[in-house]
């Protein structure tokens, strides 16, 4: 019990002291030290007996002593010199983040007679850090119909240093197409955004690839890069255009059904759909949807009908090439039949006289007509009697 009396009122003691001393504390401003960050263990920070106003061999004398929160010994204190020293190399991002200013509390604590010294610890910045991006390589899909003052956000650089050592600016790899603007966002951070500075045209080029670098302001600056690719989207821009305007092909009238007549072939100069060309009669007539077949896809014309010299000697078909936008192009094919000897010659008597009376005097006997529904020297004819 009595033990237990004994112990209490220095408790109260130890209670009082430090309120005491928390009263203290809040009436003085703490003293002020500073150190750059990444300097090397035992660098010297400051004379503590010099900025506490008292003697070298005070600060031994009286049991001088550093103490953080937390235990942290990133400070010591050479008695003898009163010299405040590093313990360790500070790195100012990992001890506040991005927090500026980057301020360590402690204490100077003496005995003999006790006194409690608030200081503070600046760690100061050094452009130890060079801005990165997150992704290395940045997709932007834009179609070419895009107007050129057009902006598209990229995603912006992090830089672990902060005032002027941190990320101050962007610059973009020269080119025609594109420009750079910075946003200032209202939390301070700064935002690279692509301007469309000329029109894009797929079928010229079809990807930019652009160098977008960001830069900090140290001395020394230093920066990181990122590769923003620009994947130009086709629009319905280009119509289909044909080899030829107009196909002229030859066929001999006893060509046999599904023979290959001829191919008509346009391009398109868009990509996917936009450049998928089918090709279709343009207003045919019931005689050439009998006679020929077009493969749509292909362009190959084919013969579906017999066709006859004697009956028409020559076809003339539209044909139109429409891509996937709609727009298209028409061309003609005129396809000749070859004649072929595949008709005989034909009598026709339009008169007869029979029988003739014998020492007749010279008189028409017969009035008659030949005819050959063949052509050129397959029509030409020679009439003569027999015996």
């Given at each position: 019990?009595?033990?237990?009396?004994?112990?209490?009122?220095?408790?109260?003691?130890?209670?009082?002291?430090?309120?005491?001393?928390?009263?203290?504390?809040?009436?003085?401003?703490?003293?002020?030290?500073?150190?750059?960050?990444?300097?090397?263990?035992?660098?010297?920070?400051?004379?503590?007996?010099?900025?506490?106003?008292?003697?070298?061999?005070?600060?031994?004398?009286?049991?001088?002593?550093?103490?953080?929160?937390?235990?942290?010994?990133?400070?010591?204190?050479?008695?003898?010199?009163?010299?405040?020293?590093?313990?360790?190399?500070?790195?100012?991002?990992?001890?506040?983040?991005?927090?500026?200013?980057?301020?360590?509390?402690?204490?100077?604590?003496?005995?003999?007679?006790?006194?409690?010294?608030?200081?503070?610890?600046?760690?100061?910045?050094?452009?130890?850090?060079?801005?990165?991006?997150?992704?290395?390589?940045?997709?932007?899909?834009?179609?070419?119909?895009?107007?050129?003052?057009?902006?598209?956000?990229?995603?912006?650089?992090?830089?672990?240093?902060?005032?002027?050592?941190?990320?101050?600016?962007?610059?973009?790899?020269?080119?025609?197409?594109?420009?750079?603007?910075?946003?200032?966002?209202s939390e301070g951070k700064r935002y690279p955004?692509?301007?469309?500075?000329?029109?894009?045209?797929?079928?010229?080029?079809?990807?930019?690839?652009?160098?977008?670098?960001?830069?900090?302001?140290?001395?020394?600056?230093?920066?990181?890069?990122?590769?923003?690719r620009v994947v130009v989207m086709d629009i319905?821009?280009?119509?289909?255009?044909?080899?030829?305007?107009?196909?002229?092909?030859?066929?001999?009238?006893?060509?046999?059904?599904?023979?290959?007549?001829?191919?008509?072939?346009?391009?398109?100069?868009?990509?996917?759909?936009?450049?998928?060309?089918?090709?279709?009669?343009?207003?045919?007539?019931?005689?050439?949807?009998?006679?020929?077949?077009?493969?749509?896809?292909?362009?190959?014309?084919?013969?579906?009908?017999?066709?006859?010299?004697?009956?028409?000697?020559?076809?003339?078909?539209?044909?139109?090439?429409?891509?996937?936008?709609?727009?298209?192009?028409?061309?003609?094919?005129?396809?000749?039949?070859?004649?072929?000897?595949?008709?005989?010659?034909?009598?026709?008597?339009?008169?007869?006289?029979?029988?003739?009376?014998?020492?007749?005097?010279?008189t028409v006997v017969a009035v008659f007509r030949?005819?050959?529904?063949?052509?050129?020297?397959?029509?030409?004819?020679?009439?003569?009697?027999?015996?």
């Amino acid at each position: 019990m009595e033990r237990e009396g004994a112990m209490i009122p220095q408790q109260r003691q130890v209670l009082f002291l430090l309120v005491l001393l928390g009263v203290s504390g809040a009436a003085s401003e703490p003293q002020q030290f500073s150190v750059v960050e990444e300097m090397e263990r035992g660098s010297f920070v400051a004379n503590v007996a010099k900025a506490l106003g008292l003697e070298v061999g005070e600060l031994s004398n009286r049991g001088a002593r550093v103490v953080f929160k937390g235990n942290k010994d990133y400070l010591q204190l050479n008695h003898r010199t009163g010299d405040l020293l590093l313990r360790e190399k500070l790195d100012r991002e990992e001890l506040c983040g991005p927090a500026e200013p980057c301020v360590l509390p402690f204490q100077i604590l003496l005995e003999k007679p006790f006194q409690i010294v608030r200081a503070e610890l600046r760690v100061h910045d050094i452009n130890d850090h060079s801005p990165v991006f997150t992704e290395r390589e940045m997709l932007l899909k834009i179609p070419e119909s895009t107007s050129p003052g057009t902006m598209f956000l990229l995603e912006n650089a992090r830089d672990l240093d902060v005032g002027n050592n941190s990320l101050q600016n962007y610059a973009i790899s020269p080119n025609s197409f594109f420009d750079i603007q910075i946003r200032d966002s209202s939390e301070g951070k700064r935002y690279p955004e692509l301007v469309l500075d000329e029109p894009l045209d797929r079928e010229e080029q079809s990807e930019v690839t652009l160098t977008l670098t960001a830069v900090d302001g140290g001395v020394p600056p230093r920066s990181g890069t990122a590769q923003v690719r620009v994947v130009v989207m086709d629009i319905n821009d280009n119509a289909p255009v044909f080899t030829q305007s107009q196909y002229e092909v030859q066929i001999p009238e006893n060509i046999s059904i599904g023979s290959k007549v001829v191919i008509v072939s346009a391009t398109d100069l868009d990509a996917g759909n936009y450049g998928e060309i089918s090709y279709t009669f343009l207003y045919p007539s019931e005689n050439i949807r009998k006679t020929f077949h077009l493969k749509e896809k292909l362009g190959e014309l084919y013969l579906r009908g017999k066709v006859d010299f004697e009956s028409t000697q020559s076809y003339i078909i539209n044909i139109q090439a429409t891509d996937g936008g709609g727009l298209s192009a028409e061309c003609t094919v005129v396809v000749q039949l070859i004649d072929l000897n595949d008709n005989p010659p034909e009598l026709t008597i339009s008169s007869l006289t029979s029988p003739i009376p014998e020492n007749s005097p010279e008189t028409v006997v017969a009035v008659f007509r030949v005819s050959d529904l063949d052509s050129g020297e397959n029509g030409k004819m020679v009439c003569s009697i027999q015996d």
